[in-house]
């Protein structure tokens, strides 16, 4: 579980982050919602310890991250995977080193018992005999894959993704979302997702919270997110033409539904 | 003034974050011996190639600045010894490797910053500085001093060929003059000046790499930096070196 209380933050003088509160559970996929610059990545790299917020807690569970000493976070930080972006993938390394970075550091597993976890790795996110492969020989979506084989690899209780379906394609993008919360769900990791991808929200999103510069705007589950009365959520999710016509058209429906046949 | 004091406070932390014991030796030896054939040997054929012709050049100049019958003839081993000692393989070889490991430095670590790749490390737990940066310092500091003394060889040898080549002076006269008052303290002087330099050359370029920001733009201006800047410094040492040493 993390838990977050009253975090701002600001780069030389601006606030990107104002006054943030929110508990993210084990087992869920928590999604931050909210349009480009809204503050969706630097709220994650403060949660990870990317950046120093102002003022604020960051709990891990019964840890307050941010008076944790140097030794102390490093310990915590071998129990947090994250996915980058731009998937971040070591591009001096091929697929397998890749992976085995984190053991090779953490761990003092035999040569032997690191390939196995990389392969156990590499078929849980389907890409089974990729070992020998440069990041540049991969595909945005495979690249995406082994970025969560590489972060779950010393199996983290703490997961999160910054946009893990930007520049993917939507059947792709699906995959990656479900392929996340199934291992979510599978270890029990308290998963925290960043996205501005209506889809995402409604196929994995178990919590919702949206940020609407820098604010905490709205919580709740997808469930509710198409009947919340906040006016700039609503901007939001229905942002693209083809919502706003849907949503047009079942008004007209409900007016009217005989002229419609 | 306010902005070079920053930058100051700046590197200095970056370097305290590069010498901490490395998590793992094993892990060290490994990338050390990585870095030494990417920045060291890697160096050699373009460090070989300049010394061979500036040996030539050397020659040519100081025999026909010898026209006087009262200057014995060896001088000109003499002077090219000299030279290319105090100067030119220790000075000219870390300006030209500023240039080549400089850039190669500042762009490689760049471009793992703008891509996240860095902070996937810190994510991970790993010391990033220390992971990089420690590897690139200690192999470039402790193998320069032999890129020098090859440099100083291919140097004379360059003077030799030149020799034989035109006849200008007799090898063996070439050869009495390289000979002639030898103080090995020069060779000493010139390896200290050449490791200092690949340290402030790895260093820096190290450090502008590591801040880079601004995407692949960025990375290119933090490799010009790393070049403007680390030569400045290595003038400026040069000077100080000197002045302490001779
Ligand atoms: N390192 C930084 N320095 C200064 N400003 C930043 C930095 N990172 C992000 N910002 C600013 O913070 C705001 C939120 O950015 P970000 O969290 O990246 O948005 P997004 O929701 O698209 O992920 C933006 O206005 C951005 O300009
Ligand atoms: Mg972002």
């Given at each position: 579980?993390?838990?977050?209380?009253?975090?701002?933050?600001?780069f030389?003088?601006?606030?990107?982050?104002?006054d943030?509160?929110?508990?993210?559970?084990?087992?869920?996929?928590?999604?931050?919602?909210?349009?480009?610059?809204?503050?969706?990545?630097?709220?994650?790299?403060?949660?990870?310890?990317?950046?120093?917020?102002?003022?604020?807690?960051?709990?891990?569970?019964?840890?307050?991250?941010?008076?944790?000493?140097?030794?102390?976070?490093?310990?915590?930080?071998?129990?947090?995977?994250?996915?980058?972006?731009?998937?971040?993938?070591?591009?001096?390394?091929?697929?397998?080193?890749?992976?085995?970075?984190?053991?090779?550091?953490?761990?003092?597993?035999s040569?032997?018992q690191?390939?196995?976890?990389?392969?156990?790795?590499?078929?849980?996110?389907?890409?089974?005999?990729?070992?020998k492969?440069?990041?540049?020989?991969?595909?945005?979506?495979?690249?995406?894959?082994?970025?969560?084989a590489?972060?779950?690899?010393?199996?983290?209780?703490?997961?999160?993704?910054?946009?893990?379906?930007?520049?993917?394609?939507?059947?792709?993008?699906?995959?990656?979302?479900?392929l996340?919360?199934?291992?979510?769900?599978?270890?029990?990791?308290?998963?925290?997702?960043?996205?501005?991808?209506?889809?995402?929200?409604?196929?994995?999103?178990?919590?919702?919270?949206?940020?609407?510069?820098?604010?905490?705007?709205?919580?709740?589950?997808?469930?509710?997110?198409?009947?919340?009365?906040?006016?700039e959520?609503?901007?939001f999710?229905?942002?693209?033409?083809?919502?706003?016509?849907?949503?047009?058209?079942?008004?007209?429906?409900?007016?009217?539904?005989?002229?419609?046949? | 003034?306010?902005?070079?004091?920053?930058?100051?406070?700046?590197?200095?932390?970056?370097?305290?974050?590069?010498?901490?014991?490395?998590e793992?030796?094993?892990?060290?030896?490994?990338?050390?011996?990585v870095?030494?054939?990417?920045?060291?040997?890697?160096?050699?054929?373009?460090?070989?190639?300049?010394?061979?012709?500036?040996?030539?050049?050397?020659?040519?100049?100081?025999?026909?600045?010898?026209?006087?019958?009262?200057?014995?003839k060896?001088?000109?081993?003499?002077?090219?010894?000299?030279?290319?000692?105090?100067e030119?393989?220790?000075?000219?070889?870390?300006?030209?490797?500023?240039?080549?490991?400089?850039?190669?430095?500042?762009?490689?670590?760049?471009?793992?910053?703008?891509?996240?790749?860095?902070?996937?490390?810190?994510?991970?737990?790993v010391?990033?500085?220390?992971?990089?940066?420690?590897?690139?310092?200690?192999?470039?500091?402790?193998?320069?001093?032999?890129?020098?003394?090859?440099?100083?060889?291919?140097?004379l040898?360059?003077?030799?060929l030149?020799v034989?080549?035109?006849?200008?002076?007799?090898?063996?006269?070439?050869?009495?003059?390289?000979?002639?008052?030898?103080?090995?303290?020069?060779?000493?002087?010139?390896m200290?000046?050449?490791a200092v330099?690949?340290?402030i050359?790895?260093?820096?370029?190290?450090?502008?790499?590591?801040?880079?920001?601004?995407?692949s733009l960025g990375?290119?201006?933090?490799?010009?930096?790393?070049?403007?800047?680390?030569?400045?410094?290595?003038?400026?040492?040069?000077?100080?070196?000197?002045?302490?040493?001779?």
């Amino acid at each position: 579980m993390i838990t977050v209380k009253h975090l701002y933050k600001e780069f030389d003088g601006k606030e990107v982050l104002k006054d943030i509160s929110i508990r993210y559970n084990p087992g869920e996929c928590s999604l931050i919602i909210g349009a480009s610059g809204s503050g969706k990545t630097v709220l994650l790299k403060c949660l990870v310890g990317l950046f120093e917020p102002e003022k604020g807690e960051i709990w891990y569970d019964d840890l307050l991250f941010n008076k944790l000493d140097l030794n102390a976070k490093k310990q915590l930080r071998t129990q947090v995977g994250m996915l980058f972006q731009g998937s971040a993938l070591f591009d001096f390394a091929t697929v397998e080193e890749n992976i085995m970075f984190p053991m090779d550091f953490f761990t003092d597993w035999s040569k032997e018992q690191k390939l196995d976890r990389v392969n156990f790795c590499l078929k849980r996110v389907n890409l089974e005999n990729a070992n020998k492969k440069r990041p540049s020989e991969l595909s945005g979506g495979m690249q995406k894959r082994v970025g969560i084989a590489r972060a779950i690899a010393l199996n983290p209780k703490y997961l999160f993704c910054d946009e893990p379906n930007s520049g993917l394609d939507p059947t792709t993008s699906i995959l990656i979302d479900r392929l996340i919360q199934e291992i979510t769900q599978e270890y029990g990791i308290t998963t925290i997702v960043n996205t501005h991808d209506m889809n995402s929200v409604m196929e994995i999103g178990d919590k919702v919270g949206f940020i609407y510069h820098g604010e905490l705007l709205w919580e709740g589950s997808n469930k509710d997110i198409l009947h919340s009365d906040c006016k700039e959520l609503n901007g939001f999710v229905f942002a693209s033409p083809m919502a706003q016509q849907l949503k047009s058209l079942l008004r007209q429906e409900k007016k009217n539904p005989e002229d419609q046949k | 003034m306010k902005k070079t004091l920053e930058l100051v406070g700046q590197y200095y932390l970056l370097m305290k974050r590069v010498f901490q014991k490395p998590e793992k030796w094993k892990i060290f030896w490994k990338q050390y011996a990585v870095e030494a054939e990417k920045l060291i040997l890697d160096s050699i054929p373009i460090v070989s190639i300049i010394s061979i012709f500036i040996g030539a050049v050397i020659v040519i100049q100081t025999a026909n600045n010898l026209e006087s019958p009262f200057i014995p003839k060896m001088y000109v081993g003499y002077m090219a010894r000299e030279s290319l000692v105090l100067e030119f393989c220790s000075t000219m070889i870390a300006l030209i490797l500023a240039g080549k490991i400089g850039s190669n430095i500042a762009s490689e670590i760049g471009s793992m910053r703008i891509t996240e790749q860095i902070d996937a490390m810190e994510i991970m737990g790993v010391n990033s500085a220390n992971y990089l940066i420690l590897p690139k310092i200690t192999s470039a500091t402790t193998l320069s001093p032999f890129l020098m003394l090859e440099s100083f060889m291919v140097g004379l040898l360059g003077g030799a060929l030149i020799v034989i080549f035109t006849g200008m002076v007799t090898l063996s006269q070439y050869v009495d003059g390289i000979q002639f008052a030898f103080k090995p303290f020069y060779i000493y002087y010139s390896m200290t000046k050449t490791a200092v330099f690949c340290f402030i050359i790895t260093s820096i370029s190290s450090f502008y790499g590591y801040h880079a920001s601004g995407g692949s733009l960025g990375v290119g201006r933090s490799s010009t930096k790393a070049i403007v800047v680390s030569s400045g410094l290595i003038l400026i040492f040069n000077l100080i070196i000197t002045k302490i040493m001779l």
